[in-house]
């Protein structure tokens, strides 16, 4: 795996910084984790596909999604003036952040301000982008995750595997064992005689996460819509914790990404069409969580992150990336994912939309940014089933042009691109290749050697088609 793919960094790492086929690598090598992202996504998947067989106009409804969000984007200044515009009226407070520092800065004041040192959060992509939690424990503000599957992976200091299911690599056993271990050092302990059962496992979580719920005064989420016309912000979720974390504390303060946006009500009905069984498979998913301002007299802070997006969206390829509304289901389709999961992108959006999110946000001065592009078959399986029609294997070829290559890839390119160019020098390099095709080697050499680690080079036919054709006459004789 150190070279799988043509043109794919494979530099030696340097203090740490592995490209994407040293990680796969590593993956590779546990087999428990192959067994439970492969248990977990066909699960996944197989879910998705029945309840989007329900629907027949299911094709008309990712068109109007992809329409929608492209008309976003082109007007995206002036929505988010709108959305300000109406979170203000509703009483709540806005906060426009360039980058990670300065929306962890304007965060850890909000914070600050009440005289809180511990926080309660909603599973936030957002946040965990910015390194909100790391931020606010250097100011001495501690962050509580109440998401179940964020929980598993805070107590067991782990990072997220998957956009929906951030625990998909553990299987319950593991989790039980994290329970035991570390549920005593951050609030109410697991029960001594705490088994495997998935219900108590869920029961220990619950009654480890309400003492937190009820103690609490402020709380951190993200959001996976809003709406521009009314400064409306949605939540979607399926335990009901994020649900105690937007009502309970009397200051609410999300993380929201710039592209988040839909114009109206109506826009957002076709969201909830394809969010829900995109990810969970689910017709609606259990809770939709909906607050415009600040409520009941709780304050309420916006958090509005760019933080690369900008960027992202000047680019006339890459910026269809900025339509996913973060349903996962690209990742439980990948291959690729499915083998290594999602700690080998390094990255806290991670599969296919990682692979083309990522570098655009991060850049690609990193081998490991400079190796995501190359995280790919090229399948199309991501594309065909996301539900916003992002081309994703069009966005990784349009990222892999962009990086740095080898010196003798460039040199191979550039003399194939002058053979190409002429009818008559292919024909003469074909017939040339022809006569010394039994001095061809079996495997590319030096640098590009890595194209033949995992397949044959094709064998070079004694007579081209070009010249049979014209030797039968198109088959004729």
């Given at each position: 795996?150190?070279?799988?793919?043509?043109g794919?960094?494979?530099?030696a790492?340097?203090s740490?910084?592995?490209?994407?086929?040293?990680?796969?690598?590593?993956a590779?090598?546990?087999?428990?984790?192959?067994?439970?992202?492969?248990?977990?996504?066909?699960?996944?998947?197989?879910?998705?596909?029945?309840?989007?067989?329900?629907?027949?106009?299911?094709?008309?409804?990712r068109r109007?999604?992809?329409?929608?969000k492209?008309?976003?984007?082109?007007?995206?200044?002036?929505?988010l003036?709108?959305?300000?515009?109406?979170?203000?009226?509703?009483?709540?407070?806005?906060?426009?952040?360039?980058?990670?520092?300065?929306?962890?800065?304007?965060?850890?004041?909000?914070?600050?301000?009440?005289?809180?040192?511990e926080?309660?959060k909603?599973?936030?992509?957002?946040?965990?982008?910015?390194?909100?939690?790391e931020?606010?424990?250097?100011e001495g503000v501690?962050a509580?995750?109440?998401?179940?599957?964020?929980?598993?992976v805070?107590l067991?200091d782990?990072?997220?595997?998957?956009?929906?299911?951030?625990?998909?690599?553990r299987?319950?056993?593991?989790?039980?064992?994290?329970?035991?271990?570390?549920?005593?050092?951050?609030?109410?302990?697991?029960p001594?005689?705490?088994?495997?059962?998935?219900?108590?496992?869920?029961?220990?979580?619950?009654?480890?996460?309400?003492?937190?719920?009820?103690?609490?005064?402020?709380?951190?989420?993200?959001?996976?819509?809003?709406?521009?016309?009314?400064?409306?912000?949605?939540?979607?979720?399926?335990?009901?914790?994020g649900?105690?974390?937007l009502?309970?504390p009397?200051t609410?303060?999300?993380?929201?990404?710039?592209?988040?946006?839909?114009?109206?009500?109506?826009d957002?009905?076709?969201?909830?069409?394809?969010?829900?069984r995109?990810?969970?498979?689910?017709?609606?998913?259990?809770?939709?969580?909906?607050?415009?301002?600040?409520?009941?007299?709780?304050?309420?802070?916006?958090?509005?992150?760019?933080?690369?997006?900008?960027?992202?969206?000047?680019?006339?390829?890459?910026?269809?990336?900025?339509?996913?509304?973060?349903?996962?289901?690209?990742?439980?389709?990948?291959?690729?994912y499915?083998?290594?999961?999602?700690?080998?992108?390094g990255?806290?959006?991670?599969?296919?939309?990682?692979?083309?999110?990522?570098?655009?946000?991060?850049?690609?001065?990193?081998?490991l940014?400079?190796?995501?592009?190359?995280?790919?078959?090229?399948c199309?399986?991501?594309?065909?089933?996301?539900?916003?029609?992002?081309d994703?294997?069009s966005?990784?070829?349009?990222?892999?042009?962009?990086?740095?290559?080898?010196l003798?890839?460039?040199?191979?390119?550039?003399?194939?691109?002058?053979?190409?160019?002429?009818?008559?020098?292919?024909?003469?390099?074909?017939?040339?290749?022809?006569?010394?095709?039994?001095?061809a080697?079996?495997?590319?050499?030096?640098?590009?050697?890595?194209?033949?680690?995992?397949?044959?080079?094709?064998?070079?036919?004694e007579?081209?088609?070009?010249d049979?054709?014209?030797?039968?006459?198109?088959?004729?004789?």
């Open positions: 795996m150190s070279r799988t793919f043509l794919m960094p494979g530099a790492p340097r740490g910084d592995e490209g994407f086929p040293e990680r796969a690598a590593k590779l090598r546990d087999s428990q984790l192959r067994f439970n992202l492969r248990k977990a996504t066909r699960t996944i998947r197989a879910r998705r596909a029945g309840v989007v067989a329900e629907l027949p106009d299911w094709a008309e409804l109007a999604g992809k329409e929608i492209d008309h976003t984007l082109r007007h995206l200044d002036t929505y003036i709108q959305l300000e515009e109406a979170v203000t009226k509703a009483g709540g407070h806005v906060h426009w952040a360039a980058d990670a520092a300065e929306a962890n800065r304007i965060v850890a004041g909000i914070v600050k301000a009440t005289g809180e040192t926080v309660v909603v599973k936030s992509m957002a946040t965990q982008e910015i390194g909100l939690n931020a606010l424990l250097a501690t509580y995750e109440t998401d179940l599957a964020e929980l598993i805070q067991g782990d990072w997220p595997s998957h956009i929906l299911v951030p625990a998909i690599h299987n319950r056993s593991e989790i039980r064992e994290i329970f035991t271990r570390r549920m005593a050092g951050w609030g109410r302990p697991a001594e005689d705490l088994s495997d059962d998935p219900a108590a496992l869920a029961e220990a979580a619950r009654l480890h996460l309400r003492e937190r719920f009820l103690s609490t005064r402020v709380a951190i989420s993200g959001a996976n819509f809003a709406v521009a016309e009314t400064g409306t912000l949605v939540v979607l979720e399926s335990e009901g914790n649900r105690m974390c009502t309970l009397e609410l303060i999300t993380v929201l990404g710039i592209e988040k946006l839909v114009p109206t009500w109506r957002l009905e076709v969201f909830l069409q394809l969010l829900p995109s990810s969970t498979g689910e017709r609606m998913n259990p809770y939709t969580s909906m607050w415009t301002g600040a409520t009941e007299g709780q304050e309420f802070h916006l958090v509005l992150l760019d933080n690369g997006r900008t960027g992202v969206l000047a680019d006339e390829v890459g910026r269809q990336a900025l339509r996913c509304i973060r349903c996962s289901a690209c990742l439980n389709v990948c291959p690729v499915e083998r290594v999961g999602g700690h080998a992108y990255s806290v959006y991670p599969g296919p939309i990682g692979a083309i999110l990522t570098p655009q946000l991060r850049g690609m001065g990193s081998e940014d400079r190796s995501l592009p190359y995280a790919s078959s090229l199309g399986a991501c594309y065909e089933v996301c539900p916003v029609a992002i994703i294997p966005v990784l070829v349009e990222l892999r042009g962009k990086g740095r290559h080898h003798a890839e460039r040199t191979g390119m550039a003399a194939a691109g002058w053979v190409l160019e002429r009818s008559g020098r292919l024909a003469r390099m074909q017939r040339l290749g022809g006569r010394l095709r039994k001095l080697p079996g495997r590319l050499p030096g640098p590009l050697g890595g194209w033949t680690d995992t397949r044959d080079l094709p064998p070079i036919p007579e081209s088609f070009r049979w054709w014209n030797r039968t006459d198109g088959g004729r004789r």
